[in-house]
C-alpha cells in the first residue's frame, strides 16, 4: 500500500483535536523546548559554528518538520550525528559551503521522498550504522578533552591521533578551574536523573554551572569570552554566494548529510512509534526533513534531523501530535528572545560535559560488542566504517562502508545460489527425506539440473561453469527452478548464452518450476519467446511429460 504524502499535522487536525490533546502537547513542547537549549547551543559550539546557530536551527527545523512531517512526535533539530560531517565543511569550504552543502541536501531528501525511497532505507546494514555513530561518538568525545580540561589548544589537528598526540603534549598546563567546573557538571547530569526525571539533568548542570561560575568569578573561559554577546533573536534571511567550483567540491558532503539525515530521522520515528503504537509516513517525513535543511541555512542554521532522544523526553512527557513540536519550537525562539543574552555567561567546560554524555549515549558500545560477536562480513563491515570514520572521514565511511556491504552480501548470496544435477538423485532408491524431490522416472536422454537461490550477476559464475561442461549431450535438459527466486540481467545474459549452447548441440531446453520475478524478467528480455512458452512448465511433472513429447516427435528446439 502506498503511504500518502500527507503530513500528519494534517490528518490529525481534520479528525479532530481537543483541549485535552492542547494540554498534553504543550506541556510536552515547553520541557522539549527546555531541553534543547543546551544541546543546540553545545551541538552548534561542536560543530565550528556560532552558538546561536544551533538554536536557529533548533527553532525553524523543529517548526518545518512538526508542520510537515510524517510522524506524529518527531522532534527536529541540530543532533550529535552531524558535528563530524559539519566541522569538516565549515573548516574547508567556510559557513557559505555549508548553507550550500545543507541546501543541496535538503533538495536531495526531497527528491528521495517524491521518489518514495522512504522504505528503502531500512535496508542500510545495521552494522554499518553502529560503526559510524560510534566512530562519530568518540569523535566528538575527542574533540570535548581541550575544554573539559581547560587546555586552551586553539589550533588542534583534524587527525584524530595527532590530537591525542597534542593532548598528550599539553597535559601539563590542565587549567583545575576549568576542570572542576567540567568534571561537577558531568556529576550532576549523571546522577541527576535519581532525583528528577522531568527536569533534564543538562539543563541543570548548565544552570547552576553559571550560577556557580559567575557567583564565585571563577576564571574559565564561557560562550561570551569566545563569542561575544549572543543574539536574541532570529536573523534575516540570507541566500548565500553559489560558486560552480564550490558547488561542484561539495556534492559528496551534501549526499552524507542527505543520507545520514535519513537515517536519523526515520531511525527516530521509527522508535517512537513503538512508544506511541503509531505507524509514520517514511517519505512524508524525508520531504520535511528537506524542507527543514533547505529554510535551516537560510535562517542562518545548520543541518537538522530528528533527535531521537528529545523526541522520545517528548513522548515521556506526553506529546501525542506535531503540536507539541510547534511548542518546543516557539519554547526555544522565546527562550532566545528574552533570556538568549545570558547564553553568554555559560561555561564552556559544561557544554564540554554534556557532550561527553551526548557521545556516550552516542556510542552504542553494548551494540558493537554484540555486533562483534556476529558473523565475520559484519564485523568488517563495523569495523572498517568505524575506523574510516574516525581516521579519515564520515563521508567515506559512509560510502566504503555501503559498497564493503553490498559487496559481501552478493559473496553470501553467491555461495547460497548453486546449480546441481540431480538426474540421478531422482532415479535412485532413497529414504524420502533425502531427496530434493520424489523420485521419478527420468527418460533416456534427458539431464535434471536444479539451480538454487539468485541467478545474479555475483553468482553467475558459478552457474555458467556448471552448464558448461555437461557429462553428456542429452537429447532434453531440464532446469528446475522451484528453488530460484530472482535472476537479473546477468543472469538473463547466463541463460541466453546456456539456450544458444543447448541450440548447437541440438538439445531441448525446459524450464520448470519458475517463479514470478525470474519469469517476467525473461518476458520483457525476450528469452521467454526465444525458448516457446510450451518450453515453460509449472512443474517438474509437466516438464518430463513435455520431454517426453519432444522426444517422440523429434521436434527441432523451441518448436511446438
Known amino acids: 500500500m502506498r503511504q500518502r504524502l500527507e503530513p500528519k499535522l494534517f490528518s490529525i487536525l481534520r479528525k479532530g483535536y481537543s483541549r485535552n490533546d492542547f494540554a498534553a502537547d504543550l506541556v510536552a513542547g515547553v520541557i522539549v523546548g527546555i531541553v534543547a537549549l543546551p544541546l543546540a547551543i553545545a551541538f552548534a559550539i561542536a560543530s565550528g559554528v556560532k552558538p546561536e546557530q544551533g538554536l536557529y536551527t533548533a527553532v525553524i ?6 508542520v510537515f512531517g510524517g510522524s506524529r512526535v518527531q522532534i527536529a533539530g541540530p ?3 552531524f558535528i563530524v560531517i559539519v566541522y569538516g565543511i565549515v573548516q574547508k569550504f567556510g559557513y557559505d559551503g555549508l548553507a550550500i552543502a545543507t541546501i543541496m541536501a535538503g533538495v536531495f531528501l526531497i527528491i528521495m521522498g517524491l521518489a518514495r525511497l522512504g522504505t528503502l532505507l531500512k535496508f542500510i546494514p545495521y552494522p554499518l550504522t553502529v560503526g559510524f555513530t560510534s566512530g562519530i561518538a568518540l569523535i566528538i568525545f575527542t574533540s570535548q578533552i581541550n575544554d573539559i580540561l581547560g587546555l586552551h589548544i ?4 583534524s587527525n584524530f591521533f595527532e590530537k591525542w598526540y597534542v593532548y598528550a603534549q599539553s597535559l601539563r598546563s590542565i587549567d583545575v578551574n576549568s576542570l572542576l567546573v567540567g568534571l561537577g557538571s558531568l556529576l550532576v547530569i549523571v546522577f541527576w536523573p ?3 526525571h522531568r527536569v533534564p539533568g543538562p539543563l541543570v548542570a548548565l544552570l547552576l554551572a553559571t550560577a556557580v561560575v559567575q557567583i564565585f568569578k571563577i576564571p574559565v ?3 561570551g569570552s569566545r563569542f561575544g554577546s549572543v543574539p536574541h533573536g532570529l536573523p534575516a534571511p540570507h541566500i548565500p554566494k553559489v560558486t560552480w567550483h564550490m558547488l561542484t567540491g561539495l556534492v559528496s558532503p551534501a549526499i552524507t548529510i542527505a543520507l545520514l539525515g535519513s537515517i536519523e530521522s526515520l531511525l527516530s520515528a521509527v522508535v517512537a512509534d513503538g512508544m506511541i503504537r503509531s505507524r509514520h509516513r517514511s517519505n512524508m517525513e524525508l520531504i520535511a526533513q528537506g524542507a527543514a535543511n533547505i529554510l535551516s541555512p537560510i535562517f542562518g542554521g545548520i543541518p537538522a534531523t530528528g533527535a531521537i532522544a528529545r523526541t522520545a523526553t517528548n513522548v515521556k512527557n506526553g506529546g501525542r501530535t506535531p503540536v507539541a513540536g510547534i511548542v518546543h519550537a516557539a519554547t526555544l525562539f522565546l527562550i532566545m528572545i528574552f533570556f538568549g543574552h545570558w547564553a553568554a555567561l555559560i561555561p564552556f567546560p559544561t557544554l564540554a560535559a554534556i557532550l561527553v554524555v551526548v557521545s556516550y549515549n552516542m556510542s552504542e558500545w553494548h551494540s558493537f560488542l554484540k555486533v562483534l560477536r556476529s558473523p565475520k562480513s559484519d564485523i568488517a563491515v563495523l569495523l572498517v566504517t568505524f575506523a574510516l570514520t574516525v581516521i579519515i572521514d564520515l563521508s567515506v565511511a559512509i560510502e566504503v562502508g555501503v559498497v564493503l556491504a553490498a559487496l559481501l552480501f552478493m559473496k553470501r548470496m553467491s555461495e547460497v545460489s548453486q546449480v546441481n544435477a540431480i538426474t540421478r538423485d531422482l532415479q535412485d532408491e532413497r529414504e524420502e527425506e533425502e531427496l530434493p524431490l520424489p523420485k521419478r ?10 539451480v538454487y537461490g539468485t541467478l545474479f550477476f555475483g553468482a553467475v559464475d558459478q552457474f555458467t561453469e556448471s552448464m558448461r561442461f555437461l557429462d553428456s549431450k542429452p537429447a532434453v535438459l ?3 527452478t522451484r528453488n530460484l527466486l530472482a535472476v537479473d540481467a546477468t ?7 546456456l539456450l544458444h549452447q543447448l541450440s548447437q548441440q541440438k538439445t531441448h531446453f525446459i524450464i520448470s518450476g519458475i517463479h514470478k520475478q525470474p519469469l517476467f524478467a525473461m518476458q520483457g528480455s525476450g528469452l521467454l519467446d526465444r525458448l516457446g512458452e510450451d518450453n515453460i512448465c509449472g512443474s517438474l511433472d509437466e516438464a518430463l511429460k513435455r520431454a517426453e513429447t519432444l522426444l517422440a516427435q523429434k521436434q527441432p528446439l523451441g518448436q511446438n
Do not use: K, Y
Not at 586553539?154 to 589537528?157: C, D, H, K, T, V
Not at 522416472?441 to 536444479?450: A, K, Q, R, S
Open 61 to 66: 527545523a523543529g517548526l518545518v518538520v512538526s
Open 79 to 81: 543532533t550529535g550525528a
Open 154 to 157: 586553539r589550533n588542534l589537528p
Open 194 to 196: 535519581r532525583i528528577s
Open 221 to 223: 573561559e564561557t560562550i
Open 441 to 450: 522416472v527420468i527418460p533416456e536422454g534427458v539431464e535434471v539440473f536444479e
Open 478 to 480: 531440464i532446469l528446475e
Open 491 to 497: 543472469g538473463l545474459r547466463a541463460l541466453e548464452e
